[in-house]
T-cell receptor, first 115, second 110 residues
């Protein structure tokens, strides 16, 4: 019954590495999102996409990029990983809703540690 | 500025006691509001949404436009309610985004 799948649950990378986090949804949702989840800071939006090949910066895009070549897949890229990017990364998707009824479906998260 | 504030980082209550998780928002338009929950080792999931006026797992939330609040309430807490709770707002010009509160960790003591 898994609908949003993140490729890795735990990941350990070295400083300076290029890191790819993958997210796939099977609900034909238009919107997809990448968040960081840190204690005391809640969810902070990194990037989102409302259509294939479309992307918009969120609140904390620095050091990250994204790719959405297919509707079901949204990738987050850390160009050169740094220790301050150690965090839990959450992917989410939602349907477009003219009523703003944005019920997000989340993945199980990827806990990334940069050493 | 659009903002969602959850003033309590941690809330601890005894089993059977009433629970109220506070959420205040700052938004000049007509808000749509949500509560999400994350149980231990589970993914974040939608608990309830203002637009549907529903009650889920005994929780309710009423929008008070005068006080700009959307507090989450349950009359009798259960141990399985222990979780992280997030309040979120959908603004009219959202570009499909939600604005999130920082979350409240609810601990139900036996």
């Amino acid at each position: 019954d898994v609908k949003v799948t993140q490729s890795s649950r735990y990941l350990v990378k070295r400083t300076g590495e290029k890191v790819f986090l993958e997210c796939v949804q099977d609900m034909d949702h238009e919107n997809m999102f990448w968040y960081r989840q840190d204690p005391g800071l809640g969810l902070r939006l990194i990037y989102f996409s409302y259509d294939v090949k479309m992307k918009e910066k969120g609140d904390i895009p620095e050091g990250y990029s994204v790719s959405r070549e297919k509707k079901e897949r949204f990738s987050l890229i850390l160009e050169s990983a740094s220790t301050n990017q150690t965090s839990m990364y959450l992917c989410a998707s939602s349907l477009f809703s003219p009523d703003r009824d944005y019920g997000y479906t989340f993945g199980s998260g990827t806990r990334l540690t940069v050493v | 500025a659009q903002r969602v504030t959850q003033p309590e980082k941690l809330l601890s209550v005894f089993k059977g006691a009433p629970v109220e998780l506070k959420c205040n928002y700052s938004y000049s338009g007509s808000p749509e509001l949500f509560w999400y929950v994350q149980y231990s080792r589970q993914r974040l999931q939608l608990l309830l949404r203002h637009i549907s006026r529903e009650s889920i797992k005994g929780f309710t939330a009423d929008l008070n436009k005068g006080e700009t609040s959307f507090h989450l309430k349950k009359p009798f807490a259960q141990e399985e309610d222990s979780a992280m709770y997030y309040c979120a707002l959908s603004p009219m010009d959202s570009n499909y985004q939600l604005i999130w509160g920082a979350g409240t960790k609810l601990i139900i003591k036996p």
